[in-house]
C-alpha cells in the first residue's frame, strides 16, 4: 500500500548554524554534538523582536554563583536542570548544565543560545516579558532513551537519553501547561544538555478518547485498544470486509506483542468517505510510524489499509 505522508511533528527550527533542514552529523557514543540544537515556537517571540541585541540580564537572575552538581548521570543532570530551573538560577543551567555550543552567543544578541531558547518557549523566564513575575514550576517525568515521536529525534540523536519535563504555571496567569525534551550527552565526563525543547502539552500528546465511539477517531482508539489487549476478534471489527492485509498484520503484531497508540486524531475527507489515521507502533522498545486509510462500509467506519516502519 502507499505510505501516508509523513505528518508527525516537525522540528521548529534549523539546527543553529546551519541550513534547514540540515542536521548536525551523528554524534559518537556518549560524545555531544556539535551544535546545541533548539525546539520551539521560533516565530512566536522571534518575529516580535523580543529577543533583540541589547538584552540586559536583570541583576537578581544573575546573582547566583555556580553550585557544583552531580553529574555523573543522565538521571542525575536531569534533578539539577529541574533545581535550577524551579530556582530561576538560569546562570546555573546555563554555564553548568548545558554543552559548550549552547554557551556560545546567540547570533546578533548578547545572551547564550541556551537562554535564547528558554525565554522563547518559557515566556515567564523572559526578562522582557510581561509575565516576568510568573513562577512556572518544572518537573522530570521520566529519563529514558529517546523515541522517533519525540519531538527533537533526528538521525543525530537517536542513541540520545532524554529527560522528558513537564512545566505548570498558576491558574491566573493565562498560561497553558507545557512539555519539555531534553537530550543528554556526555562531554568532559560530565552529562550535559545539547538538545531541548518546550511546547504546549496540547501538541505533544495523543488525543483523548474520543466521546463518540462511532467517530473515526473513536473507531480506530478501539481497534487500537483491541491489539494492545491481544483481542483479534474485537480488532476485526474495526477492519474492512476485504481487509486481509490488515488482519495478517494485526495477528502478526498480537503475536510479537507489539502495542499501538493513536498519534492524532484521525483526518476524514470532506466528503465523509475516507480517512486517514495515523499511530505509533512499538515493538521490543522500539517505536516505529504506522498509519493507514478508511473507508466507511454498513457498520461504520473501517480500517481497510496499514502499516508500519518496523522491520
Not at 556518549?30 to 525546539?39: E, T
Request: with cysteine; net charge neutral.
Amino acid at each position: 500500500m502507499t505510505q501516508p505522508p509523513n505528518q508527525y511533528p516537525p522540528q521548529y527550527g534549523p539546527p543553529w548554524g546551519q541550513p534547514y533542514p540540515g542536521m548536525p552529523p551523528t554524534p559518537p557514543k556518549k560524545k555531544s554534538p556539535a551544535i546545541f540544537i533548539v525546539l520551539g515556537l521560533v516565530v512566536l517571540l522571534a518575529a516580535a523582536g523580543v529577543l533583540g541585541t541589547g538584552l540586559v540580564w536583570p541583576g537578581w537572575m544573575k546573582s547566583h554563583p555556580a553550585v557544583a552538581v552531580d553529574q555523573s548521570s543522565p538521571e542525575n543532570t536531569a534533578k539539577a536542570v529541574e533545581d535550577a530551573l524551579n530556582q530561576r538560577d538560569v546562570d546555573q543551567f546555563v554555564n553548568v548544565l548545558t554543552c559548550r555550543d549552547g554557551r556560545n552567543k546567540a547570533e546578533g544578541k548578547d545572551i547564550s543560545q541556551a537562554e535564547e531558547i528558554l525565554y522563547r518557549d518559557i515566556e515567564p523566564l523572559n526578562p522582557k516579558s510581561k509575565k516576568a513575575d510568573v513562577q512556572p514550576t518544572f518537573k522530570v517525568d521520566e529519563v529514558r532513551k529517546i523515541k522517533p515521536s519525540d519531538p527533537i529525534y533526528n538521525d543525530g540523536n537517536k542513541d540520545a537519553t532524554v529527560a522528558i519535563m513537564s512545566v505548570d504555571f498558576p491558574k491566573d496567569s493565562g498560561l497553558s501547561k507545557q512539555r519539555g525534551v531534553l537530550a543528554m550527552f556526555e562531554e568532559d565526563n560530565k552529562y550535559v544538555v545539547c538538545e531541548m525543547g518546550f511546547v504546549p502539552v496540547a501538541d505533544s500528546q495523543e488525543p483523548p478518547p474520543d466521546p463518540d465511539p462511532n467517530s473515526a477517531t473513536g473507531r480506530m482508539q478501539a481497534f487500537a485498544k483491541a491489539v494492545n489487549d491481544k483481542d483479534i476478534a474485537s480488532a476485526r471489527k474495526y477492519m474492512c470486509s476485504t481487509a486481509r492485509a490488515v488482519n495478517t498484520w494485526a495477528e502478526k503484531a498480537i503475536a510479537a506483542g507489539g502495542k499501538l497508540r493513536l498519534h492524532d486524531k484521525v483526518q476524514t475527507t470532506k466528503a465523509n468517505d475516507g480517512g486517514q489515521v495515523r499511530m505509533w507502533y512499538t515493538l521490543n522498545g522500539t517505536e516505529t510510524k504506522a498509519g493507514g486509510f478508511l473507508q466507511k462500509e454498513s457498520d461504520g467506519w473501517c480500517l481497510f489499509s496499514f502499516n508500519n516502519d518496523a522491520k
